[in-house]
């Protein structure tokens, strides 16, 4: 059973407005969330994170929301940029297991120039 | 390189075959990860090293599937007796510190060795 849902595939925008991405998850036991990026052919690479203490972190063009009550995290670009274009994957970590983090499906966004 | 290095990059393996799966992590790494990512899906928790010792195996599908760290550096995932559904892409991840404590920032991901197998 999958922890951490992304239940958009893919996501496009227009160059300048907001990318919002969106991520679910159903264990409330989770205390650290995280997004990921990867572009084609390379390896996942740390974006953003945010503890369960808070409700949101910031980080330049970067800001993630967490809604625990919803058990949701969303992430928020702004401006968009065409480098943004990519897989943006959603994890979490904790619980009964302190090594692991769970992946979501992943959301490709598409910035368009 | 500075990075985590894994090889092959690209391997084709009929069912049947053992293959063998190399990582290189960033030099002085403690933690040592491997993760599968099949087509279409987020990278999913294989095992997890400490130094040479492999504290969590919880991941793996079957006992097809062995991995090793032996002197604490490189690590190999061996999948014997290769089916279709172990074709996927097979990350490698390197902290320097135990776990997951050296997050957020500090776990990295290698490219990937991507198993095809026919």
């Known amino acids: 059973d999958q922890q951490v849902k992304q239940n958009s595939p893919s996501l496009s925008v227009q160059e300048g407005r907001i990318s919002i991405l969106n991520c679910d998850y159903t264990n409330s036991m989770f205390d650290y969330f995280l997004w990921y990026k990867k572009y084609p052919a390379e390896g996942p690479t740390f974006l953003i994170s945010i503890s369960s203490i808070k409700d949101k972190n910031e980080d330049g063009r970067f800001t993630v929301f967490l809604n625990k009550s919803a058990k949701h995290l969303s992430l928020h670009i702004v401006p968009s940029q065409p480098g943004d274009s990519a897989v943006y994957f959603c994890a979490a970590s904790g619980g009964n297991n302190f090594n692991k983090f769970y992946f979501g499906s992943g959301t490709k966004l598409n910035v368009k120039p | ?118």
């Open chain 2, 1 to 118: 390189g500075a990075g985590v290095s894994q090889s092959p990059r690209y391997k084709v393996a009929k069912r049947g075959q053992d293959v063998a799966l190399r990582c290189d992590p960033i030099s002085g790494h403690v933690s040592l990860f491997w993760y599968q990512q099949a087509l279409g899906q987020g990278p999913e928790f294989l095992t997890y090293f400490q130094n040479e010792a492999q504290l969590d195996k919880s991941g793996l599908p079957s006992d097809r599937f062995f991995a090793e760290r032996p002197e604490g550096s490189v690590s190999t995932l061996k999948i014997q007796r290769t089916q279709q559904e172990d074709s996927a892409v097979y990350l490698c991840a390197s902290s320097p510190k135990p776990g997951l404590a050296g997050v957020p920032g500090e776990l990295f991901f290698g490219e990937g060795s991507r198993l095809t197998v026919l």
